[in-house]
């Protein structure tokens, strides 16, 4: 069993940065791989990094490459999302998840609670 909780969100403008952080409970953490995932309202949620069990592959979207960068600390348990050079299309809730089969891990076994985002013009 792992617990996921998101933090970091916030309202910044278009340009600006953000680190998200998402700290998970249970000794097995280092055994998944993690992604960070968003979603706007009435659209699919979409993964936007993923990283490997080994901290080594990554993955990243079109859409976010270059600007976004998922890293994870295994002795604390937390994976991290920077986000620089935001755009208001940006804006949405992220959720960090923990995959235990899949690469890239687009489908978590574990979820968290969710962090809003918003950028503005």
């Known amino acids: 069993q792992v617990q996921l909780v998101e933090s970091g969100g916030g309202l910044v403008q278009a340009g600006g940065s953000l680190r998200l952080s998402c700290a998970a409970s249970g000794r097995t953490f280092w055994s998944y791989a993690m992604g960070w995932f968003r979603q706007t309202p009435g659209k699919e949620r979409e993964l936007v990094a993923g990283l490997n069990r080994y901290g080594i592959s990554t993955y990243y979207p079109e859409s976010v490459k270059g600007r976004f960068t998922i890293s994870r600390d295994n002795a604390k348990n937390t994976v991290y999302l920077q986000m620089n050079s935001l755009k208001p299309e940006d804006t949405a809730v992220y959720y960090c998840?923990?995959?235990?089969?899949?690469?890239?891990?687009?489908?978590?076994?574990?979820w968290g609670q969710g962090t809003q985002v918003t950028v503005s013009t």
């Open positions: 998840g923990a995959d235990s089969n899949n690469w890239p891990p687009t489908s978590p076994d574990y």
